[in-house]
């Protein structure tokens, strides 16, 4: 059995983002019946639709008709969840809105995606990742030498969406286990945006420079060898870097390089070009410094790291032969999940009826993670961000800390951004003392989970057969670089080291240098997982009464968010590819500067791209769609727009049904009436650093309040408040904070005073 087994799932969605929501819950025994239009979903030619779909059986409904429409309803009154990726108002005209729905059907869950926003004529769109990042600011965010929009060749933002869309309905089951009843759910694109991007902004500081292609700082960049292969030196941290400076021979220009960057910068540059590749990794490595080549995804997918991790998976396709594609993204102990095949029809299967959920009249709080008290050991971006997440979800999430912090917290805008929500909890589990009170919150908390490298927890204590000890119903989820199988399992890693391997750097940058993500894709893709599959084991425990320990990695989610380009089997159509400072991939998919702003065109027909020479007065040549992103109809076109003016031409491109929008800078983002209209951001107050622009939630839930609840906490900030709520003496607090096993802000502390002496002073 698994996580939502018995769980029936009907899914009317198209596309990457919807169905592949479906397919996470799917991974571990949701059944789900996948309901297509006649003419198949718009994306059956993708070979991502494989992976996307699989574990599914297909129906297919016309919703055009009345007959088509009451087969729908038929399904979804005996399913526990309906999810739908229409564009508003869609779902109201067919009678299929969740205010319908789920008075029709209190124990539903109704789970809304669509690929924008909720309300707005934006909103109404074609589903287009390129505008969609174009309309949210993203699209400026990615490092640039020039002065454009870079066109993203991985649909970061839908797959974003997609696993946001399974921790909600994974959440909302979850909080139905104690209410009995269902809800409407809401994950749009802006949605997963937000949770991709995050982007939070201290209103009182300048807005932080944009990135660059290959890294800005020396430490952490991309290299050039003298072979004309490229590496990526992810020394992060200080210690990695000295390391890295001390194997190469530059020990003596140590306190230059520190206080010199650029110097740095040019430096290694012209010793990397003096080795070739393989040298300089092989002496990088044996000093225990993190780096990786630059490769295409192919190779990797197929090679012995992902095979050892046991992330590959293969099917038999009755056409296509074997198909080879991700496996489950995380690994749960008691419930695992399972590829067992490939979408098929529904042939017969169907739904019998049974008793629906009673109303219990039991609701713990105002969020569907109400009452969920997490103790988060996470650091940096991966780690933080998961515990970020299920804050905005509404649990109790107490961020744990030694005395140094978190590393992140010097970042300023990311930190805030990925551990707002918590509580602060600054304590040295080096100590037995501090070990001792940690097992005391393992007692009453329901997850713990951390990013330590593989074996750290051991050495701490605090390892899964320690905390399920104490708590048999502990959830607790481990992440690392590499899995904890096979020979890279106790290296350390970061983000881009995947984007390297994991071929994401050479998709963007195509025949020409590599390129790295601004977003941290793999960070960002594994916080979105870890929820998930938090929230999955959550629902687990409902049925078994146990918890369970959960792995996964930032290798595991090098093919997460680009399970369509990495689907392979013999045959399979080439995927997209960037170029430096990608504009596109073709003529008629691509961004156009305009005479007072740039434009993003995605036309899919021969009648849009009529439309758009028509428009612009040039002639329409033959095999328009396919033209390349840089010959004769993209220099026409860019001439044209460049004498127009932005809305106007837009205006006149949407008269005549041309899928198009403006692409905004991210000051232009930041006062977007649109994304305003639609809730993307808000303002809250941090007491330190004053106001703060940043998104303002990953999901909304019909029955409660969305978002976070606390501003981002200070080191240590809530560790007497959280000792008081356990039953602590004041004089054992103090005992504790005397010894160091705990810490905090002295004001916060202040109160916790020994017969009158002060323990901190201001």
């Known amino acids: 059995m698994s996580a939502f087994a018995g769980v029936r799932i009907v899914d009317f969605t198209q596309g990457l983002a919807g169905p592949m929501a479906a397919m996470l819950l799917g991974d571990f025994e949701a059944d789900i019946i996948k309901v297509e239009p006649p003419e198949g979903d718009r994306m059956r030619d993708h ?18 008709t009345e007959e088509g429409i009451a087969k729908a309803r038929e399904l979804i009154a005996k399913a526990d969840v309906a999810i739908f990726d229409h564009a508003p108002g869609k779902l109201e005209a067919l009678g299929l809105d969740a205010r319908t729905i789920t008075e029709a059907h209190p124990h539903l869950i109704h789970a ?107 430490s952490y960049r991309l290299y050039e060898c003298g072979d004309g292969h490229w590496f990526f030196l992810a020394t992060l941290f200080v210690a990695f870097y000295h390391r890295a400076i001390q194997a190469l021979g530059l020990g003596d220009h140590w306190e230059t390089f520190a206080s010199d960057p650029l110097l740095a910068r040019e430096a290694l540059k012209a010793v990397f070009k003096t080795r070739p590749r393989a040298e300089w990794l092989e002496l990088l490595q044996a000093n225990g410094v993190p780096c990786a080549p630059v ?81 988060d050991l996470g650091t940096v971006i991966a780690g933080a961000h998961a515990g970020g997440v299920l804050a905005n979800l509404g649990a109790d999430v107490i961020k744990v800390e030694p005395i140094e912090g978190d590393p992140f917290r010097s970042n300023g805008g990311g930190f805030m951004a990925y551990s707002r929500g918590k509580r602060g909890l600054g304590i040295d589990l080096k100590q037995s003392a501090a070990r001792e009170m940690f097992f005391d919150m393992v007692r009453g908390a329901d997850v713990i989970l ?168 040039i002639p329409l040549p033959d095999n328009a769609l396919v033209a390349s992103r840089d010959g004769h109809l993209a220099r026409a076109l860019e001439l044209a727009f460049a004498t127009r003016m932005r809305d106007s031409v837009i205006e006149e491109l949407l008269a005549q049904h041309v899928p198009c929008a403006p692409v905004l800078r991210g000051y232009e983002a930041f006062d977007s009436e649109w994304l305003w209209e639609n809730d993307v951001f808000e303002v809250w107050r941090h007491p330190r650093l004053g106001d703060m622009l940043s998104v303002r939630a990953y999901a909304d839930f019909a029955r409660g309040s969305s978002g976070f609840q606390r501003p981002t906490p200070d080191l240590g900030q809530h560790s007497g408040e959280l000792l008081e709520e356990m039953g602590y003496s004041p004089a054992r607090i103090a005992e504790l904070l005397a010894a160091g096993a705990i810490f905090g802000p002295a004001a916060n502390l202040a109160h916790l005073r020994d017969g009158g002496t002060a323990l901190f002073t201001q």
Request: glycine share 10%; with cysteine; charged share 15%.
């Open 47 to 64: 070979p991502g639709y494989l992976t996307w779909n699989r574990n599914k059986h297909l129906l297919t409904l016309d919703l055009a």
């Open 112 to 218: 809304w995606m669509p690929p924008y926003g909720t309300t707005g004529s934006w909103s109404q769109l074609p589903s287009h990742h390129s505008l969609l990042t174009a309309l949210s600011g993203v699209a400026f965010r990615q490092g640039s030498y020039s002065d454009q929009p870079i066109h993203l060749i991985l649909p970061l933002c839908h797959y974003g969406q997609a696993v946001m869309g399974a921790a909600a309905i994974s959440a909302a089951l979850l909080e139905r286990h104690r209410s009995g009843r269902g809800q409407a759910v809401t994950v749009s694109g802006l949605h997963g945006v937000s949770e991709v991007t995050g982007p939070v902004r201290v209103l009182a500081d300048p807005p932080l420079p944009r990135g660059a292609p290959l890294g800005a700082s020396p």
């Open 295 to 375: 490769g295409p995804r192919e190779p990797w997918f197929a090679g012995d790291a992902v095979a050892a991790a046991e992330a590959r998976v293969t099917l038999e396709h009755p056409d296509l032969g074997p198909v080879h594609m991700p496996n489950v993204p995380s690994r749960l102990s008691v419930t695992p999940g399972s590829v067992r095949h490939l979408a098929k029809p529904l042939d017969g299967h169907a739904w019998p009826e049974r008793p629906k959920p009673a109303p219990t009249g039991v609701n713990e709080g105002p969020q569907p993670l109400s009452g969920i008290r997490v103790l």
């Open 450 to 617: 951390d990013n330590y490298r593989f074996g750290v927890r051991e050495r701490l204590g605090i390892h899964y057969a320690a905390v399920k000890a104490i708590n048999p119903r502990i959830v607790s989820c481990s992440i690392n670089a590499y899995g904890d199988k096979g020979a890279r399992a106790v290296l350390p890693g970061f983000d881009p080291l995947l984007q390297a391997e994991g071929g994401m750097m050479a998709a963007q940058g195509g025949e020409g240098e590599p390129v790295l993500h601004t977003i941290p894709v793999n960070d960002v893709a594994t916080a979105a997982v870890v929820a998930f599959s938090i929230i999955a084991a959550l629902n687990a425990r409902e049925k078994t009464g146990e918890g369970q320990e959960i792995s996964t990695s930032l290798m595991a989610q090098s093919l997460t968010f680009q399970l369509g380009e990495v689907t392979t089997y013999v045959g399979r159509p080439a995927n997209d590819v960037g170029a430096q400072d990608c504009l596109g991939v073709r003529a008629l998919h691509r961004y156009y500067q305009c005479a007072d702003g740039w434009i993003a065109v995605v036309c899919e027909t021969e009648a849009e791209a009529d439309s758009v020479c028509g428009v612009l007065r």
